[in-house]
C-alpha cells in the first residue's frame, strides 16, 4: 500500500509547537477528512482547541506503508507520526 504523507505543524496551548504527520492511503483526496484525522489526534493528546487546516497540514510525499501502517489504516484510516512535541 502506497500512503500519501501530510506534514503537519500546530501549535499547542502552551505555545509549543507540536510536529507530526498524517499518513493516509495515497487513493485519500478529501482534506477535511484528512484534517479531522489530525484533530482526532490532537484531542488524544490533550489539543483539541489546536487548530489545523490548509495552512498547517500540507501534503508532502507518497511513501510505501510499513505493515504498522497498514494495520493502523485498516483500523482507523490513518497512521501518525509524532515527531516533536507530541
Avoid at 504523507?5 to 502552551?14: E, G, K, M, P, Q
Wanted: charged share 35%.
Amino acid at each position: 500500500m502506497n500512503v500519501s504523507v501530510f506534514d503537519t505543524y500546530v501549535r499547542r496551548a502552551d505555545g509549543r509547537v507540536m510536529h507530526f504527520d498524517i499518513l493516509v492511503p495515497d487513493t485519500e483526496k478529501d482534506l477535511a477528512r484528512i484534517h479531522s484525522h489530525g484533530r482526532e489526534f490532537l484531542k488524544s493528546k490533550g489539543q483539541e482547541d489546536a487548530i489545523l487546516g490548509t495552512k498547517e497540514c500540507r501534503f508532502c510525499h507518497v511513501e510505501r506503508a510499513t505493515p504498522e501502517m497498514v494495520k493502523s489504516i485498516e483500523e482507523r484510516g490513518y497512521f501518525i507520526i509524532e515527531m516533536e512535541n507530541c
